[in-house]
């Protein structure tokens, strides 16, 4: 570990990310501009989180399969909306097997127009229906500034792709979906979450209705960090996906689609990282507990080392790393896990022993409040306990931080101080995409999703009245 | 599912494969040529085959990372064999974002190159190593002639990448990892691999030496299922890999790489799969065990699905369907889980319930030997009993199909007759990359890997002595 202090917080936002995210070895810049490397720390997490998702999706009724890579360049072109929003992100083949090809092949961006396209052969009848699989790969954007984990060329998700017999159900399955998203967010990786509809400037490039879940991160810009679509029929219309109804009817299907990437993994350190580094959820967490033993002379290292591995057998559900590197001290181990983000740290040394206890240090709370001397009796109890109250923890602070962030405003000089300097402003707003535009160019902040609202009220910028609220921020 | 009897081996094992694949709902042919779509019921049994991999490498120290689809076209010349073993064979992205690449890129045939230009940033010391990594992902190499799951453009699979301070180390590993694969082939896919080094023409572009688990399938063709590389030190010192040893000297690493695809999918099917479709073993198996009840009046109905209920929430680690589909008769489930080769089939109708009876079907013995009946009481612990001796039965008929298959022969002229009618040859062999060229176009075998052997005898082509014996086989 390098051992020159991290850019603060409060001192470069930005840089202390950039910094954070190559020295806790989560990822790394790749020799191809704009993609990344996701180190093994970094993918030990995002394994983490696919596997509370895949349960998630499992559970209510999802499958997964796998679709091509390379999609013929003319399929893109199907759903006008859909070609309009990607074209200019798109990397293309043109060779292959030395020779140029026919027919370019694009790599996926994403996949609404090949799985689209393979619907359109499976599905015949209503008894094909729901169709409900998802996807885990990776996919290419050409996208021109790029950050670690927020938005590189290559990018690894989950997408959901599904069709329905029926409106409602569609409608129904993206909101089961945006749920789901939420509650991971918000139960496993502590991140509490805004859900609700994205405007008609902001929905997926063919989507008829799109929903997303913002979170705040401690800048206090929002991020945009799962979204599910209501796809209506526009791709079913353009890919052929037609079913006989129970009158022998034909139908175009309604579809959906829904996802989630390794931007999370940048939520989850941009809401919980400190100056000291990562702090990870323990739900999330690769390493939940680090032990480091400490001993001097070779006489004190017996005792110490059994009394280590007592923890470590009597924790089988604990994903526990035991530090035992030679040639660095205990100081330098605190400050590597502390950057690594590891929710818990006990200390086991031989006074330790002597007096059968263990000294902890929680990564949720820094310096002296969050560090207690226990009895070793009963940590089979105490320390998944206290692992649930870090987890609980982070999620309060974390709600706490965004609710002291979210100002109600009323008028546009107000609005603009919030978004340039304070936070996300929650405000009436009557839809209206010129004006929309107009406070993007003026305070770069967008509509993030629409709020819950009750009666009515005036937009504050238009002044017209209505009954819809929603969330304005700068965004990443 | 389509009613119509699959082609049948004999007529044609080729096109019983291709059918078998589709009607099994395994994958599916994708809009671009060559690629496929690996369909839920595929993409579940890959799934579980990743799983046991995935276990495997990780208990002996391997963690899991992501690296970029996309490499610089340069990379892939660096190291002189490998750029004339790959480039017949790379896509090749000219345009990104609208614009034409300065370098154009290649969408990774596999990723020795980018994973040693970043172990030559991350390797320092020898505290740094051993770098024990792996990646789960997909690959393109732009093949002429392919066939699902056997060879098509784009594939799935898991890629491991290790360094190592010495070449004892890195022999080391090649030889764990191939260990690790046939241990994989015969306890979890019931496959009895012979597991052996590869001959100088048949080793990977760019490695020392190649070692891999070759297959019978069932019509006594050999498959290539997984390869273990030994790179010495050629790729350290293409990519400039290199590290301080304890003596504070730099030295090159050792390198090895190893790799198991979705073909083993293939070697799945053609080891264990029947004129009757799939016979997927038990251990693998996405559904395990089918329940089809059977009823006629709904008074029966009740009864019979509490009997059904009973078996499913007394076999909690079993992987269970209950095929309750309205509106096909149970012969037609009966061929359709025959057909997506589920292990175990359970029949519970009225008499069964009045009996205390189940009606089981295992679908390794087809027709009326693989049929009993069993008393309801004890199934929790026969099930999962049967399930393990179906596993093991499938086992040892491959195993018995295989040496009754593999011949040894001293001569030409019965080493044509072997390899063009009967199965494997296993040969005294005096290495010679022209004989093997020779003997390959003749019969259009190829020396599939180094078999054990004690003592000396006789080439059975070039005359000369030697040590050792190989096996020859027409492969896929």
């Known amino acids: ?27 790394d810049y790749a020799p191809v501009r704009g993609c990344m490397v996701v180190r093994p720390y970094g993918w030990a997490l995002w394994e983490n989180i696919q596997k509370a998702f895949d349960e998630r999706f499992k559970a209510t009724g999802h499958v997964n399969a796998a679709f091509p890579l390379l999609i013929p360049q003319s399929f893109m072109t199907k759903e006008k909306e859909h070609v309009e929003g990607f074209a200019p992100e798109l990397a293309v083949v043109t060779y292959g097997g030395g020779e140029l090809l026919e027919e370019p092949l694009v790599v996926r961006p994403t996949s609404e127009t090949i799985i689209g396209t393979m619907y359109s052969k499976w599905i015949h009848s209503y008894r094909d229906l729901p169709v409900l699989i998802n996807q885990w790969g990776n996919v290419v954007r050409w996208e021109m500034r790029t950050k670690l984990f927020l938005r590189t060329l290559e990018f690894y998700w989950q997408e959901g792709h599904t069709a329905h017999a029926t409106a409602e159900e569609a409608q129904e399955e993206t909101i089961k979906i945006l749920n789901i998203y939420a509650d991971f967010a918000r139960n496993e990786a502590a991140i509490p979450v805004v859900a609700g ?20 991160m401690g800048d206090t810009k929002a991020l945009q960090s799962g979204t599910s679509h209501n796809l209506g029929q526009n791709f079913a219309k353009a890919f052929d996906i037609k079913f006989l109804d129970e009158n022998n009817q034909l139908q175009y299907c309604y579809t959906t689609s829904w996802g989630v990437s390794t931007r999370i993994i940048g939520a989850i350190i941009m809401t919980h990282g400190d100056d000291q580094g990562l702090v990870l959820p323990p739900h999330l967490a690769p390493i939940q507990m680090v032990i480091v033993p400490i001993f001097r002379k070779e006489e004190e290292k017996q005792a110490v080392m ?90 309060a602070k974390a709600t706490k931080f965004r609710d002291d962030h979210i100002f109600d405003v009323d008028n546009f000089e107000d609005f603009k101080d919030v978004v340039e300097n304070k936070g996300w402003a929650k405000v009436w707003w009557s839809d209206d995409a010129e004006n929309e535009a107009k406070i993007k160019e003026i305070t770069k902040a967008t509509l993030r999703c629409y709020a819950e609202s009750e009666g009515e009220g005036i937009c504050f910028y238009s002044g017209r009245k209505t009954d819809k609220k929603v969330y304005f921020a700068r965004a990443y």
């Open 306 to 395: 059994e009394a280590v591995n007592a923890v470590v057998k009597g924790l089988p559900n604990v994903r526990i790393k035991v530090d035992d590197r030679q040639g660095v001290t205990p100081g330098f181990k605190f400050n590597d896990w502390e950057m690594k983000g590891v929710p818990l740290r006990i200390e086991i040394g031989p006074k330790d022993v002597q007096n059968g206890t263990l000294a902890l240090a929680r990564r949720d709370i820094p310096g002296r409040d969050g560090k207690s001397f226990q009895p070793m009796q009963g940590f089979e109890t105490y320390i998944p306990e206290m692992l649930e109250t870090i987890q609980a923890n982070m999620l």
């Open 197 to 216: 509809q994205k405007s008609e400037s902001e929905k997926f490039a063919g989507a008829k209705v799109t929903y997303s879940i913002e979170a705040m």
């Open 1 to 27: 570990m390098d051992e020159k202090k991290l850019t603060t917080q409060t001192e470069n936002f930005s840089e202390w990310y950039n910094q954070l995210v190559l020295r806790s070895e989560m990822a």
